[in-house]
Nanobody, 127 residues
Framework: QVQLVESGGGSVQPGGSLRPSCAAS????????IGWFRQAPGKGRQGVSC????????YYADSARGRFTISRDNAKNTVYLQMNSLKPEDTGVYYC????????????????????WGQGTQVIVSS
């Protein structure tokens, strides 16, 4: 069964850090562009950060740039999103999704992902 499973969210105070994980099963994750998307309460799903297949191909939304780092661990078939200096506006459910190998990271994050979504992982930033 092909699926992506998100984990590693949690509840932190402003300024804290979290590192959600996106683990793939049933397919080799490094063959695809992978993106992290956030759905804030009452809002639509938006691209936060995406990573392409080529070295150095990574995209960050303005809200994430300088604070978040996306990375792959191909041996573990997992993509991570290191989130530092968290703010209350980072609160939401974080989902990961694949994009076709023919596109780059920015296109996935800006254009959005197709197909079904997993359960996501909840991130709450609050004092």
């Amino acid at each position: 069964q092909v699926q992506l499973v998100e984990s590693g969210g949690g509840s932190v105070q402003p300024g804290g850090s979290l590192r959600p994980s996106c683990a793939a099963s049933g397919f080799t994750l490094d063959r695809f562009v992978i993106g992290w998307f956030r759905q804030a309460p009452g809002k639509g799903r938006q691209g936060v950060s995406c990573i392409g297949r080529r070295d150095g191909d990574a995209y960050y939304a303005d809200s994430a740039r300088g604070r978040f780092t996306i990375s792959r661990d191909n041996a573990k078939n997992t993509v991570y999103l290191q989130m530092n200096s968290l703010k209350p506006e980072d609160t939401g459910v974080y989902y990961c999704a694949p994009g076709p190998p023919t596109i780059d990271a920015e296109r996935l994050c800006v254009g959005g992902a197709e197909g079904s979504w997993g359960q996501g992982t909840q991130v709450i930033v609050s004092s």
